[in-house]
């Protein structure tokens, strides 16, 4: 299995851009989740979505930020207009809920610079 | 106020030698604790998991413990390897399987030197 895949992996911008970050689950899983780490405030859940139903969207910052996932195979967060702030890795998570585990798999990254 | 607390901060410790890192959490009641480790430029990666029934689990030379009763939580890095270099992250689960419920530590920085 290719595990979690995130797109792309670095991306620099200017303040005032859209910004699009990709994710591909883990094929079979039913939840996929987003993260944003930074060195200040550490790991934090910005939205999960379970079957491709968003359910909890209580970390995502601000207006500027959405996610959406299409399918089961994809889903993408946007941030518009970016700010530098904005600045961190996010990080893409899928898991499958099964027999009690509640293990997430996280992609690679994806190291989002707003200049 | 963060709800999981880990420490040291960091530490560097040579390779060969043992370590623990410490997880002080508040989540109550909880449904699992879990440790990651997070090599630089990558994700994070479950070590261990544990039910608030169980007070020790193993994977190779990483052993955690938990202790419900003081809420401590521990990883023990036995003969640590220079691959060990990483950030440790402890992570709480609360009781009802909320996933958006998720209590994070900061991470405890590990550097193994030779």
């Known amino acids: 299995d290719a595990g979690v895949i995130q797109s792309p992996r670095h991306e620099v911008t200017e303040m005032g851009q859209e910004v699009t970050l990709r994710c591909k689950p883990i094929?079979?899983?039913?939840?996929l989740f987003w993260y944003r780490q930074t060195m200040m405030r550490g790991l934090e859940l910005l939205i999960y979505?379970?079957?491709?139903?968003?359910?909890?969207d209580s970390g995502m910052p601000e207006d500027r930020f959405s996610a959406k996932m299409p399918n089961a195979s994809f889903s993408t967060l946007k941030i518009q207009p970016s700010e530098p702030r904005d600045s961190a890795v996010y990080f893409c998570?899928?898991?499958?809920?099964?027999?009690?585990?509640?293990?997430?798999?996280f992609g690679p990254g994806t190291r989002l610079t707003v200049l | 106020k963060n709800q999981v607390e880990q420490s040291p901060q960091s530490l560097i410790i040579l390779e060969g030698k043992n370590c623990t890192l410490q997880?002080?959490?508040?989540?109550?009641?909880?449904?699992?604790l879990r440790w990651y480790k997070q090599d630089t430029g990558r994700g994070p990666v479950s070590l261990t998991i544990?039910?608030?029934?169980?007070n020790t689990k193993s994977n190779g030379r990483y052993t955690a413990t938990l202790d419900a009763d003081t809420k401590q939580s521990s990883l023990h890095i036995t003969a640590s390897q220079l691959s060990d270099s990483a950030s440790y992250i402890c992570?709480?689960?609360?009781?009802?399987?909320?996933?958006?419920?998720?209590?994070f530590g900061a991470g405890t920085q590990v550097v193994v030197t030779p």
């Open positions: 998570a899928s898991s499958l809920r099964r027999g009690g585990s509640y293990e997430q798999f």
């Open positions: 094929s079979g899983h039913d939840y």
């Open positions: 979505f379970n079957n491709n139903v968003p359910i909890d």
């Open positions: 997880c002080n959490y508040t989540v109550s009641p909880f449904s699992n």
């Open positions: 544990m039910t608030f029934s169980e």
């Open positions: 992570v709480v689960t609360p009781i009802g399987d909320s996933w958006g419920k998720l209590q």
